[in-house]
């Protein structure tokens, strides 16, 4: 199972002028870093919840079909899922079957539609499962995960200001943010 980004997010989700505002930057020398700042700890709150913040085209690759999809259906991650573009059904030799009328979305599930049934994935073949994800545009991602990306990169910088060579780790009021955004699996 592989993901991989078809359409990478418009913007990030903190603007670059929001972001050195926050870390308290008033100069242009650092720009550079604070985009690379503001890259690596929206990936890492993104990791840490399992969920992408600025919505983007992701595709999921199964070489099975996922043994819940005719049951409560296959959970499509990262979340939060907002829509299927689309089901192919590939061969060994690439040939591909468009097979996404045969599915909804439900949920952040992939479920088959009533009445439908998966089809045989050939010999050496996969299915590919492209979807949107994330909460909409920068400007719909909810604030406090806001907070949690520019505090993550507020330790980054911090760390690497006072050259102690520590790892920065997940601050614990970011820990408390991201609480309230994490799956509970029953």
């Known amino acids: 199972m592989t993901l991989t980004v078809i359409t990478p997010p418009?913007?990030?989700?903190?603007?670059?002028?929001?972001?050195?505002a926050f870390l308290r930057?008033?100069?242009?020398?650092?720009?550079?870093?604070?985009?690379?700042?503001?890259?690596a700890a929206t990936g890492q709150v993104e990791g840490l919840l399992g969920k992408v913040l600025v919505t983007r085209t992701?595709?999921?690759?199964?070489?099975?079909?996922?043994?819940t999809l005719s049951g409560r259906g296959a959970?499509?991650?990262p979340g939060p899922v907002s829509a299927l573009t689309s089901v192919t059904v590939l061969d060994a030799?690439?040939?591909g079957e468009d097979v996404t009328?045969?599915?909804?979305?439900?949920?952040?599930?992939?479920?088959?539609?009533?009445?439908?049934?998966?089809p045989a994935?050939?010999?050496?073949?996969?299915?590919?499962?492209?979807?949107?994800?994330?909460?909409?545009?920068?400007?719909?991602?909810p604030a406090d995960l806001i907070l949690a990306v520019q505090r993550m990169a507020q330790e980054t910088y911090r760390s690497a200001e006072f050259g102690d060579g520590r790892s920065p780790g997940v601050p614990r009021d970011v820990e408390g943010l991201l609480a309230a955004y994490r799956e509970i699996r029953l």
Not at 11 to 17: I, M, R
Not at 31 to 39: K, S
């Open 10 to 20: 418009a913007t990030p989700p903190v603007a670059l002028a929001e972001m050195k």
């Open 25 to 39: 930057i008033g100069h242009d020398s650092e720009d550079t870093l604070v985009a690379d700042l503001t890259e």
């Open 58 to 67: 992701l595709e999921r690759c199964y070489q099975a079909w996922p043994p």
């Open 75 to 77: 959970h499509l991650r």
């Open 93 to 95: 030799d690439d040939v």
């Open 101 to 118: 009328s045969r599915f909804k979305l439900d949920c952040g599930r992939l479920r088959l539609r009533p009445w439908s049934f998966a």
């Open 121 to 141: 994935i050939p010999a050496g073949g996969l299915v590919k499962v492209r979807f949107e994800a994330g909460y909409g545009a920068a400007s719909a991602v």
